[in-house]
């Protein structure tokens, strides 16, 4: 619980070392899905009037408490839950802590430490009102002053350090406790439509005294949230032990004890597993699912993730720059084939770069069909017949990634008049190429994978297709139109806009659609619980069968 | 050459290959693919902060600053912090040495208990059956790859007979000691029994090839020497078999497998990475392939430095006891 200093400032070596897990969104984690799973789509609710207060799904009632242990792949890198970027990290601190909103299984958004949420009418900012009743692990009440603060130490660096987080309350400039009231106001840098999505996936709530009170190292070794579990004990790298939060302000949690280890291993994750000596593992690959579900006291449990792999075409060089080659290429490829036998059907055939779940998916949209001859007819009518293409992959950083990608070269280079190639590429020179400034820096043809917690597509589009998009590989004054036009729109008038970039983004094709990842685990059949689309284990929802 | 000359001189060979490994270790950095600012930093953020980072990290300065900075800490225990975790990098790799090395030793003793009898026989029975057994064992543990070894030990020793546990190590030597010194014994005894039902899989998966080795070598030792004429001294003034076997070729045998035993330590606390990913063992190992995982270069860094460092300490403790032990090897 030491923390020595050394030459590197150390506000900014906090926001450096935050930030070590790189690219969050483009991180992948290995997962799958179970193609009996149906996909339920998330009801995003940015309500320009307020939400009301919902009451979310709470445990069995048990008289017999029960332990459950969970492994996933690596430890958290600490227990600071404003300062990390790591899923599994989020996954252990999310017991502990809790936001002011919340989301279900689905993904819908719920209420949580805020009993009620609206936009103030006339002013860029929007209102919580907390809840009454709600005490830290400590002992300690709730007050309204400790979610303003955990709200300015998220957005603004000189609360108490650089929170690698800021960017995920893009928008939210500062909050401040309303004079005489239980609540708390949000100010906006702008009219910040997402900003109730934003809530409801990020912002973990602190107690003001008790991070006044203790040492950075101290905190990223403890924790005393609100949430239905608290720390037992941490041994970092090895274990992290909870107990049953007993005062929580819902009924608290079925489970008495709850321990998280790592196993890096996907095999000796499933081997627990079939061993009982674990209770749900994450990750277990397609070809462990059998086993998995063979196995008498164990089974898998899929759900479709918020990430979506694709490959990306620069619209700019030959042939990419024309948009019946890149029409082509999606007809050119029998995704259902490859969801089919290439992902074990763990996943779902994607048709435009918003996912069925998100905020701005257009429903009336489908995949493109595999036609070869279609395929081959607009290569020739492209005037690119006979182009030689080759597809940079990563390998082993998204389920089944160079596997997909050998399948969709496979397709292409069938064509009598397209030959194409798979080139492995190393993640990280293949990321420091796609963050490279400028759109002629990145490769021209690539496989990539990008997570939104958020449930909105607008910022997926933003990041991955707008002319100044993070990661963009096409430029389109249409396509920035719509997404400038969704920025100042809230509630349905905007996702009726994102529908129409999604439609345009399918029309002209600067990716080749490929599927959307699933999140599978296995799970102790004496334990009731459903996967999550949002990649959280909540053992709050857990219960004995 | 006295034994203390012996060691000042092995001990300044020590430090150029240590200070070698350093500077690899710090090279590597620079020819991995990726830049450090793009592992360190959320792609999105704000260019000025990213500067200010880099610049702070040291990363814009000179090769030659950003390496004396990189060495200079090391003779004092400074390695760093660890980007991802941010506690002091040197407290980390400590903390999970122990594991590593109670790996490395247990798979030792369960070479050695296995491999010199087996030697022995393999020699003293040279083309009977009992040797063609021992000669296939050795080629199949030498051609055995840990990680295969390792996976079905735990389908069929773990999975389907329930023998063992199939990973973790839920209690270490270092925390057994200390049940001992606060007097609990009986939870030290059960820390015991839980700590060798934990480790004897990985023991056994990282032993194997050693063992064969061993077996090699104790055979074509005990083959040597029983060709001596010393033993046929021995057996023409009419000393039993057994006494001639154990007492003066087995002795003579094991100055050159001790020698490899201590070497071949040295190379396992480097070669469990694979063994304790395979059976989640918190070891150095484990936190290297994190460490990898994770693109924490501190941490990668100081755990080779670490292993280095050992490496070469068990080497030179080696050579020093073979040079007593075996009075004909001069301290040169």
Redesign the interface.
Known sequence: M???N????RR??????G????????AGCTGGGDEEETTTAAEETTTETGGEETTTSTPEESTEPFNVTITQG??P??LDPQDH?ETPTDIVVLHAYDGVLTRDATGAMQTALATNYERIEGENAVRFDIREGVTFHNGEELTPEDVAFSINRVVDEDVSF?S?QS?QLAGVASAEVIEGENAVKVNNSSLNPIVFSEFATYLDVMQQSWVEGNSK?FI?QNMNGTGPFKLDSYT???EVVLSRYEDYWKEPAAVETLTF?????A??RV??L??G?TDVIVNVPPQEVQRVNNNENTRVAAAPSTRIIYNAMRYDVEPFDSVKFRQAMNYAIDLESIVQNVLGGFGAQTSQPTLPEFVGHNEDLDPYPYDPEMAEQLVEESGYAGAEIELNTPVGRYLKDLEISQAVAGYIDELPNVSASVRQR?F??L??EL?AGSIEERPHWFLIGWGEATFDGGLVMT?LLSSEG??TTWQNEEFDSLLEQAGNQSGDERDATLQEANTLAHEECPWIFLNQQFSVYGVNDSIAWEARSDERIDAYDMSLK | MSLSRFLIKRSLQGLFVIWGVITVVFGLRFISPGDPANVLLPPDVDPEVRAQVIAELGLNEPLYVQYWEFISGIPFGDLGLSLVTRTPVASRVVTKLPATLELAIAATIVAVIIAIPLGVVSATRRHEPADYGATVFSLVGISTPNFWLGVMLILVLAVQLNLFPTSQRPIGIDGILLLVLDGDLGAAADGLGTWLWHITLPAITLGTYFTALITRLTRSGMLDQLGRTYVRASRAKGLPETLVRYKHVLRNTLIPVITVIGLQLGTLIGGAVITEAVFAWPGLGTLIINSINARDWPVLQGSLIVVAVGFVLVNILVDALYAYVNPQVAYD
């Open positions: 030491t923390d020595s050394s030459h590197i400032g900014s070596y906090l926001k450096l070392a930030g070590a897990a790189a690219s969050a969104a483009l690596q430890m890198s600490g970027r650089a690698p960017d190292a990223s970092e790298d090895e280890r790592a196993a890096s291993e095999s000796t081997n627990q079939l061993q000596e190393d990280g020179s990321v420091d963050l990041a993070l990661l």
